[in-house]
């Protein structure tokens, strides 16, 4: 069978600590269906399947979910669950929905739709009763000798008032009864060839047109009614040629005379056709469109606009210039499958094969409210050259140039104003700055030789001059303390040998502004040793930073300080340049740079967290910590007593390899600021769409960002020059119908329990991973058939293969909720486990409370670079597969807390490893 490995994972405890509450993605589904078994019947409880078909039906959506219909209320208010759900498809996916006529539902009105998919056809009446929605049979399901590509209702069908036109998989026009369940009569196509899309154009059998998309990459254009040859086939009217990949998707706009077509080569293209049943004999190509990064699936012809939808999860919409006015993104995985439009709400849904369904608004396309300028900086009248720059605010730009000048930019009045000037900033300044609640401007300059200038945008005259060390300032940073005076704030300067002082700052106008030095912490020894970031906890007594290196650190700054400094105070005070009177008190007041012996280190340290490129920010939200990194993660945090405790590490997307900080919205949106490659990007955790991708150069440079109410800016240094990119406030106008699943095939699933909410309502609890990377922790309501992701794991850097849970507390059980310890395995021989915790929560749509904890990791490349002699050894693959798990507690160990757990892997390579 192959070599028994023994291995070991580090050790943890199963009794973990108070967790992190994971925001919840909420969204719902519920299905009823039966399934065949030989010897049993199963009734199926949930179906999650691709949303492969969609179309508006008066103020509903209604959205084909592999075999079964879902019915979705539109409207601002709307729930993001199903108001009606029936199976209507056995076996076959839907493809595809027809209302009859088109009519505005309201009151107590019906329809008729017609379904199809495969090879399958069924008739259903949606019928609306005082605000409840029906859904009944009138003609059953029906299996067809091939497959439907489309369908179309006819009028004036003097056989049976319920007929339909087929277009089927190899090029040929059925005229169907439903009511009969019979073909009544079908027409093939001298093209003899399998389709890959059809479009029918027509409401009577004499004028029906078909135009087919062909294996040939052709666009065959037929009438059923022309007369046949002698074997029975009709002769086609027109061939169109110019695509180079097959044919997905064929839309006809009457208005326009446009016929569109989309294909496997990423392109559109728009045809003038003029009249479908005049055809000349060459037809012009109007329009190519690219812009899909791969398979256009479905094209859409609107009056002012197009709308496409690919492969590469994108729905783009272009205008009759073949420009793209709005991307949306916002699905995951493999791609739209599915798009209808309300024209009237200017509304566009899409579904995707991740099981989703998202509404976008796109009214009004050409007035985005944005512009990218460049501010023309450099003039014989100032001086310099732009090195930092500063946004306060959304209107006031503040630069520092290297003749050490600070330059002021009015963004309302477009003007440029020269704020102070000292030569001892020139070459090398750093800028900081800081909005006051009051409306006036805190700011901080450092230079080369250990000198800080602390000033007041509205009184810069009565500037602060502080040399507080001997080397040159490594970085400044502005943090407000809960309780502080609102005309008060914090600011941290780091020094020569990782002296990192507290200063704090009152700026009272009328009155001189007061710099009290409050304390003096130490930094750990590394090459790079100065802070980047600096945030105070909620409660006040610890202050968090993080710095060059990548590590977080946590210092104490309530307790007093001893009598010892205080003595060592007395002989000495910062040095002066001009009239700065250092308050008295709890504060540190000596020359940094020869009593660093004074300085404190911190209580809690967590060395190289983000790896070397360095920490860019740290925030407090919601009772937790979160910080971010170069290293493209940004991570979750507790502060336990007084330990930095890490819970959670989080990816935002694929190619954001650099974060620059978090923005948490009171709706409960998180949103990241990055940069990918050369590009600033705002990305939205929650919707996982990209809201704003700017090509400024990339973040080594100087730049800026800030967010008000009406409008967003981003700032930044480039060829000696300032540009400035200013948006107005237009929100996505992004809805969530239906939230995603996975956006790959999924490849395990396992029970974690079921336990009661406050509501008695039983939920159980699954993981399920996929081939995307992802772990999803999902609970499923039995009572009203109802699915929430509770939350999202993407630990993994390959296709997560096996999943294995062992319920840890009792206790916990008892009082009504789950502990257990998770263990998900993959690609690229990775091993992940986490503790999460279940309890009931009033307050959430599930009635569940999830709190994860990552506990520890594992992969066989790392274990083999820490291995001694390895050279003696058969080197372990780093790309072997875990393929299946299984995990079990095994005895009491007196040392621990709580049982060992052991863990059985079966790998790709034919070996069992065991942990």
């Given at each position: 069978m192959g070599i028994v490995v023994r291995e070991r994972l580090k050790r943890f405890s199963l009794v973990t600590p108070k967790m992190s509450a994971s925001p919840c993605i909420r969204g719902k589904e519920s299905a009823r269906g039966l399934i065949s078994h030989p010897s049993a019947t199963m009734e199926a409880e949930l179906l999650l399947a691709p949303i492969t078909a969609l179309e508006i039906i008066g103020d509903h959506l209604v959205a084909g979910e592999g075999p079964n219909i879902a019915v979705y209320t539109l409207g601002p208010d709307a729930v993001r669950s199903p108001t009606c759900f029936k199976q209507v498809l056995h076996h076959c996916n839907i493809h595809g929905i027809k209302e009859q006529q088109n009519l505005a539902l309201g009151g107590n009105e019906a329809t008729t739709l017609a379904v199809f998919g495969g090879k399958g056809l069924v008739v259903i009446e949606f019928g609306l009763q005082n605000s409840t929605i029906t859904l009944t049979e009138l003609f059953p399901f029906c299996?067809?000798?091939?497959?439907?590509?489309?369908?179309?209702?006819?009028?004036?069908?003097?056989?049976?008032?319920?007929?339909v036109a087929l277009a089927l998989g190899h090029n040929s026009v059925a005229l169907y009864d439903c009511a009969g369940q019979r073909i009544l009569q079908e027409v093939h196509c001298q093209e003899k060839c399998i389709l890959y899309s059809a479009h029918l154009v027509g409401s009577r059998w004499d004028s029906l047109v078909l135009v087919a998309g062909t294996v040939f990459n052709q666009l065959v254009i037929w009438c059923a009614a022309d007369p046949a040859d002698d074997t029975g086939r009709v002769r086609p009217r027109s061939r169109i040629s110019g695509h180079q990949g097959v044919i997905f998707s064929i839309c006809y706009l009457e208005s326009k005379s446009v016929l569109a077509s989309a294909s496997d080569d990423r392109s559109l293209r728009l045809w003038d056709v003029s009249n479908l049943r005049e055809l000349p004999a060459h037809v012009p190509c109007l329009l190519v469109c690219y812009?899909?990064?791969?398979?256009?699936?479905?094209?859409?012809?609107?009056?002012?606009?197009?709308?496409?939808?690919?492969?590469?999860?994108?729905?783009?919409?272009?205008?009759?210039?073949?420009?793209?006015?709005?991307?949306?993104?916002?699905?995951?995985?493999?791609?739209?499958?599915?798009?209808?439009v309300h024209e009237a709400q200017g509304c566009v849904f899409t579904g995707g094969a991740d099981s989703g369904i998202r509404c976008w608004d796109f009214k009004g396309l050409r007035t985005t409210g944005s512009s990218l300028l460049q501010l023309n900086f450099p003039s014989p009248q100032r001086k310099g050259l732009p090195r930092a720059v500063k946004l306060a605010g959304t209107g006031l730009l503040l630069t520092v140039t290297d003749a050490g000048a600070v330059y002021s930019y009015d963004l309302t009045l477009k003007a440029w104003t020269l704020t102070l000037e000292d030569a001892a900033y020139q070459s090398y300044s750093l800028l900081e700055v800081y909005d006051l609640p009051g409306g006036d401007v805190l700011c901080a300059m450092g230079n080369i030789s250990g000198w800080v200038k602390i000033f007041c945008l509205c009184h810069p005259t009565q500037a602060k001059d502080l040399q507080l060390y001997e080397e040159?300032?490594?970085?400044?940073?502005?943090?407000?303390?809960?309780?502080?005076?609102?005309?008060?704030?914090?600011?941290?300067?780091?020094?020569?040998?990782?002296?990192?002082?507290?200063?704090?700052?009152?700026?009272?106008?009328?009155?001189?502004?007061?710099?009290?030095?409050?304390?003096?912490?130490?930094?750990?020894?590394?090459?790079?040793?100065?802070?980047?970031?600096?945030?105070?906890?909620?409660?006040?007594?610890?202050?968090?930073?993080?710095?060059?290196?990548?590590?977080?650190?946590?210092?104490?700054?309530?307790?007093?300080?001893?009598?010892?400094?205080?003595?060592?105070?007395?002989?000495?005070?910062?040095?002066?340049?001009?009239s700065v009177a250092l308050s008295p008190g709890p504060g540190l007041d000596f020359p940094i740079g020869r009593e660093e012996s004074h300085a404190e280190?911190?209580?809690?340290?967590?060395?190289?967290?983000?790896?070397?490129?360095?920490?860019?920010?740290?925030?407090?939200?919601?009772?937790?910590?979160?910080?971010?990194?170069?290293?493209?993660?940004?991570?979750?945090?507790?502060?336990?007593?007084?330990?930095?405790?890490?819970?959670?590490?989080?990816?935002?997307?694929?190619?954001?390899?650099?974060?620059?900080?978090?923005?948490?919205?009171?709706?409960?949106?998180?949103?990241?600021?990055?940069?990918?490659?050369?590009?600033?990007?705002?990305?939205?955790?929650?919707?996982?769409?990209?809201?704003?991708?700017?090509?400024?150069?990339?973040?080594?440079?100087?730049?800026?960002?800030?967010?008000?109410?009406?409008?967003?800016?981003?700032?930044?240094?480039?060829?000696?020059?300032?540009?400035?990119?200013?948006?107005?406030?237009?929100?996505?106008?992004?809805?969530?119908?239906?939230?995603?699943?996975?956006?790959?095939?999924?490849?395990?699933?396992?029970?974690?329990?079921?336990?009661?909410?406050?509501?008695?309502?039983?939920?159980?609890?699954?993981?399920?991973?996929?081939?995307?990377?992802?772990?999803?922790?999902?609970?499923?309501?039995?009572?009203?058939?109802?699915?929430?992701?509770?939350?999202?794991?993407?630990?993994?850097?390959?296709?997560?293969?096996?999943?294995?849970?062992?319920?840890?507390?009792?206790?916990?059980?008892?009082?009504?909720?789950?502990?257990?310890?998770?263990?998900?395995?993959?690609?690229?021989?990775?091993?992940?486990?986490?503790?999460?915790?279940?309890?009931?929560?009033?307050?959430?749509?599930?009635?569940?409370?999830?709190?994860?904890?990552?506990?520890?990791?594992?992969?066989?490349?790392?274990?083999?670079?820490?291995?001694?002699?390895?050279h003696k050894l058969i080197k372990m693959d780093p790309e072997t597969r875990y393929m299946s798990i299984a995990v079990l507690a095994g005895p009491q160990d007196a040392e621990l807390p709580s049982p060992l757990l052991f863990l059985a892997t079966a790998c790709s390579d034919g070996s069992v490893r065991c942990y």
């Open positions: 299996e067809l000798h091939d497959w439907i590509w489309d369908l179309q209702w006819l009028e004036g069908c003097t056989e049976t008032p319920s007929c812009g899909h990064q791969s398979r256009v699936w479905s094209v859409r012809l609107l009056n002012d606009c197009i709308i496409s939808i690919g492969e590469d999860s994108a729905c783009l919409v272009w205008n009759y210039q073949g420009e793209i006015v709005r991307s949306f993104r916002g699905h995951q995985g493999r791609g739209l499958r599915a798009v209808a040159k300032v490594h970085s400044l940073s502005w943090s407000p303390r809960p309780g502080q005076d609102l005309d008060t704030c914090s600011l941290f300067v780091s020094g020569s040998a990782g002296v990192l002082l507290w200063l704090e700052v009152s700026c009272r106008p009328p009155d001189a502004m007061t710099v009290a030095a409050k304390r003096c912490f130490l930094l750990p020894p590394c090459k790079q040793r100065w802070h980047t970031c600096s945030a105070f906890l909620p409660q006040g007594d610890f202050l968090l930073c993080g710095d060059r290196r990548g590590s977080l650190m946590l210092f104490a700054c309530g307790t007093p300080l001893d009598s010892r400094h205080e003595k060592a105070s007395e002989g000495g005070g910062l040095a002066d340049r001009g280190g911190p209580v809690s340290l967590i060395f190289g967290l983000h790896g070397k490129t360095g920490v860019t920010s740290v925030a407090c939200h919601g009772g937790f910590i979160y910080s971010t990194g170069r290293d493209g993660c940004y991570r979750q945090l507790q502060v336990l007593g007084r330990e930095l405790r890490v819970l959670r590490k989080q990816k935002p997307c694929k190619g954001l390899e650099w974060l620059e900080g978090l923005r948490f919205s009171s709706e409960g949106s998180t949103r990241v600021l990055g940069f990918h490659g050369a590009h600033f990007v705002l990305w939205d955790a929650n919707s996982n769409e990209t809201l704003l991708s700017i090509p400024c150069g990339g973040g080594h440079r100087s730049w800026s960002y800030t967010r008000g109410l009406s409008v967003e800016t981003f700032a930044y240094v480039r060829s000696g020059d300032v540009a400035v990119y200013q948006r107005r406030d237009a929100p996505s106008g992004q809805r969530v119908l239906k939230e995603s699943l996975h956006g790959r095939e999924l490849t395990c699933v396992c029970h974690v329990g079921t336990l009661k909410t406050s509501r008695q309502d039983l939920v159980s609890v699954f993981a399920t991973g996929s081939e995307d990377s992802t772990v999803n922790i999902l609970a499923f309501g039995a009572q009203f058939h109802t699915l929430t992701q509770l939350t999202a794991i993407r630990d993994h850097i390959s296709s997560v293969r096996a999943l294995a849970v062992m319920e840890s507390s009792a206790i916990l059980r008892e009082a009504g909720g789950i502990s257990a310890i998770l263990f998900s395995a993959g690609g690229r021989a990775q091993i992940e486990c986490y503790g999460l915790r279940l309890s009931p929560d009033r307050g959430s749509s599930s009635g569940v409370l999830c709190q994860l904890v990552h506990l520890a990791s594992h992969r066989l490349d790392e274990q083999w670079d820490r291995m001694k002699n390895r």
